[in-house]
């Protein structure tokens, strides 16, 4: 199994960057694909980036590509998720997913482990 806890969300104004961190725990983070996914009131959650157990693949979503950076450190099973130039539309809440896979996963429904969220709101 492997746990999930979030951090590094908060307010901040459009164009700014914010990193967000994932900490894991249990044997099995550095052989799982992890993504960071997003999910707002009244719509589903979508994943907005995804890195393949190695850190050899990348997935990102049309909406934060060329803006977010996935990247994982394996040796501290810790991923991150970079956002720079921050949108109004970036505002939701940010959960860190891990599945049992060693390619990417781009579904919400292949991600068996979830962390709690953190909030990311981004002004005008």
């Known amino acids: 199994q492997v746990q999930l806890v979030e951090s590094g969300g908060g307010l901040v104004q459009a164009g700014a960057s914010l990193t967000l961190s994932c900490a894991a725990s249990?044997?099995?983070?550095?052989?799982?694909?992890i993504g960071w996914c997003r999910q707002v009131p009244g719509k589903e959650r979508e994943v907005v980036a995804a890195i393949s157990w190695n850190g050899g693949s990348f997935y990102y979503s049309d909406s934060v590509k060329g803006r977010f950076i996935i990247s994982r450190d394996n040796a501290k099973n810790t991923a991150f998720l970079q956002m720079n130039s921050l949108k109004p539309e970036d505002t939701a809440i940010y959960y860190c997913a891990a599945a049992p896979s060693q390619v990417i996963a781009t579904r919400t429904i292949q991600y068996d482990y979830w962390g709690q969220g953190t909030q990311v709101t981004v002004s005008s």
């Open positions: 249990g044997s099995t983070f550095s052989h799982s694909a």
